[in-house]
Structure formats: structure tokens, C-alpha cells
């Protein structure tokens, strides 16, 4: 009987350890991308303020691949603003990922647990 039930703890292991390799590197992935979202998001509130402090009339390029096309203060303003939301979105949604995750390995974790605390009180 000793058999199958260490197949069965080798196979939730085994299964377990795949798990938290995957959640790991996602994990890290999540990471990663959260640190260039909030790079960006910066950059844009730094060029957001020092736009604010230019006077009005002042002509203002937007780079697009190798042209630069003459915007308004406006125009630029806005765009930054929606830069920053869609960063500040992107990375809620990048760290709800990333706890719901951690989540789902804590309770593999508790599961094996469970199941050897099982095979011992039989």
C-alpha cells in the first residue's frame, strides 16, 4: 500500500514544482514589465511638467518614426495624460496578475500539504 501512495505524493510534487517554476518566471515577467511601465510612466509626467512650464505659442514636434509633425500644447499634454492612466491601468492589472499567482501557489502549497498530513494519520 506504501506504494501507490508515494506515487501519488511523488506525482503532486512533481506537479507542485512545475507550478512553481512557471509562477516564478511569470512572476518575475510581471515584475519586470511593472518596473518599464512606471520608467514610463515617469518619463511621461517629467515631460508633462516641463511642457507645463513652456509658454503657450510655443511650437512643439511630435516624433513620428524619422518625421517630427507640429502639434499643439494641447494635443501633447492630453497624449501624456493618457500615457500615464494607461501605464497606472497596465500596472494594477499587472499586479492583481501577479497576487492572484502567488495565490494559486500558496494553495498548491497547502494542498500538499494537506495530503501528507492525511497519509501520516492513516
Given at each position: ?22 509562477t ?45 509633425i ?6 501633447i ?10 501605464a ?8 492583481q496578475?501577479?497576487s ?9 502549497e497547502?494542498?500538499?500539504r ?9
Open positions: 500500500m506504501a506504494a501507490p501512495v508515494d506515487l501519488e505524493l511523488k506525482k503532486a510534487f512533481t506537479e507542485l514544482q512545475a507550478k512553481m517554476i512557471d516564478q518566471q511569470k512572476a518575475q515577467l510581471a515584475d519586470l514589465q511593472i518596473e518599464q511601465l512606471n520608467r514610463v510612466k515617469k518619463h511621461a509626467s517629467l515631460t508633462h511638467a516641463e511642457i507645463g512650464a513652456l509658454p503657450g505659442n510655443t511650437r512643439m514636434y511630435e516624433g513620428v518614426g524619422r518625421m517630427f507640429l502639434q499643439s500644447k494641447e494635443e499634454n492630453n497624449q501624456l495624460t493618457d500615457k500615464q492612466k494607461t497606472e491601468d497596465k500596472i494594477k492589472e499587472l499586479e496578475k501577479k492572484y499567482l502567488e495565490r494559486s501557489v500558496k494553495e498548491a497547502d494542498n500538499i494537506e495530503m501528507l498530513l492525511s497519509r501520516r494519520a492513516q
